[in-house]
């Protein structure tokens, strides 16, 4: 079993940033790729960073350019540097960890709020 505990997401105005960390415990051996998703209400749930255990990233089309998804050198937590925060980007933003290419393993969710 995989734990994930997301922290740092708050209330911030349009153009203002936001970092939010993900500690992983449990068999973190397990895990082949970490993520971060989010939900707006009244939307699915999205993809919108992921990360390899190789260290290959990968963005939403919509936050190219503004977030960075990185990780510590033990692997055990994830990053996600959110700059130039659109009020669009208000969601509830999950951690999720990967068991081959199944997002497996999910943290509680953080809330982030952008206000205009």
């Known amino acids: 079993q995989v734990q994930l505990v997301e922290s740092g997401g708050g209330l911030v105005q349009a153009g203002g940033s936001l970092r939010l960390s993900c500690a992983a415990s449990?068999?973190?051996?397990?895990?082949?790729?970490m993520g971060w998703h989010r939900q707006a209400p009244g939307k699915q749930r999205e993809l919108v960073a992921g990360i390899t255990s190789g260290g290959s990233t990968n963005y939403a089309d919509s936050v190219k350019g503004r977030f960075t998804i990185s990780r510590d050198n033990a692997k055990t937590t994830v990053f996600l540097q959110m700059d130039s925060l659109k009020p669009e980007d208000t969601a509830v933003y999950y951690c999720?960890?990967?068991?081959?290419?199944?997002?497996?393993?999910w943290g509680q969710g953080t809330q982030v709020t952008v206000s205009s």
């Open positions: 999720a960890a990967q068991r081959g290419s199944y997002w497996k393993y």
């Open positions: 449990g068999s973190i051996f397990s895990i082949d790729g």
